[in-house]
């Protein structure tokens, strides 16, 4: 049979689903998958295929059965492990390597990738990542918090650090704060603090949460110098194009199952008791 070069589209809750299913009845196979997991021959087939190119499943007399490899990739699951997960996936399935190579290849520029961009990229390097694969690729990447989506502009981009440098951080802060208030009305207006974020976790390649701990930081050493207000608590402004995903686990049942998590309103920024939506610089800090 001839090595097919795209990926077959397969979520990363069918890839649990199927290992789980795979060690609780010793075999898998289209008859058995369609059953288990209510969907037709021919996605059956896809969705076994695809594993067994992760290194998943083996065949064996046409049935799969489970390995080392997934047991243990279960076990990361079922402890919350998502980098090792991400590990696994690096080391053993292709397209998933050769989407992580095209963006850390980029880690040093501020702004991340579009979807064509990546796509033109594959293209360049001889690589199989078409639109479906990017997509696939992506949902993954992001509910495992190996990668961050801009929630406006919709660039993908690494995560690569988990701590910045304080100065690094507050001159960051005071560029990006720079520019995204020159669109307003006048200098030291108020900017929505969720656009703030995406712009410096892009520029900075850091997780959300990790710019919450830095502003906050900034914020309390700087009171006076930086400004916060709150917004209504319902706004228009809250919405964003895109939903922030993230991935729990949801229950250890025969077949184990993911809980994604979609949140489309964006947050701005708790101190002590208070939220904050909006943030004013008013002098160098």
Aim: net charge positive.
């Amino acid at each position: 049979m001839v090595e097919r070069k795209t990926i077959r589209p397969v979520t990363l809750r069918r890839v649990i689903e199927i290992c789980s299913l795979a060690t609780k009845t010793k075999k898998v196979n289209v008859t058995i998958t369609c059953q288990k997991l209510g969907v037709s021959p021919s996605r059956a087939r896809e969705i076994i295929l695809e594993v067994e190119k992760m290194g998943l499943l083996k065949n064996i007399d046409d049935a799969d059965i489970a390995n080392d490899r997934t047991i243990k990739f279960l076990e990361h699951f079922e402890t919350e492990q998502w980098d090792k997960t991400h590990e696994y996936f690096l080391a053993n399935y292709q397209f998933y390597q050769d989407f992580i190579r095209i963006l850390e290849d980029h880690i040093n520029e501020d702004k991340g990738l579009s979807m064509n961009e990546i796509k033109e990229e594959s293209a360049k390097l001889k690589l199989g990542l078409n639109q479906t694969a990017v997509e696939v690729l992506a949902n993954w990447c992001e509910r495992l918090g190996v990668i961050q989506r801009h929630l406006y502009t919709k660039r993908l981009y690494s995560i690569e650090n988990e701590t910045v440098n304080s100065n690094s951080f507050k001159i960051g802060l005071v560029r990006c704060y720079h520019e995204l208030s020159l669109s307003r009305w006048r200098k030291g207006s108020f900017v929505e603090i969720p656009k703030l974020r995406e712009t410096m976790c892009e520029q900075l390649k850091v997780p959300r949460r990790v710019f919450d701990e830095m502003l906050r930081a900034a914020y309390l050493e700087n009171v006076g110098k930086i400004e916060l207000s709150g917004a209504p608590i319902t706004t228009l402004a809250k919405k964003s194009p895109l939903s922030e995903k993230k991935m729990k686990l949801e229950g250890k049942a025969v077949i184990l199952s993911p809980k994604f998590e979609v949140k489309r309103e964006r947050e701005g920024l708790t101190v002590g008791r208070k939220s904050y939506y909006y943030l004013a610089i008013h002098e160098d800090i």
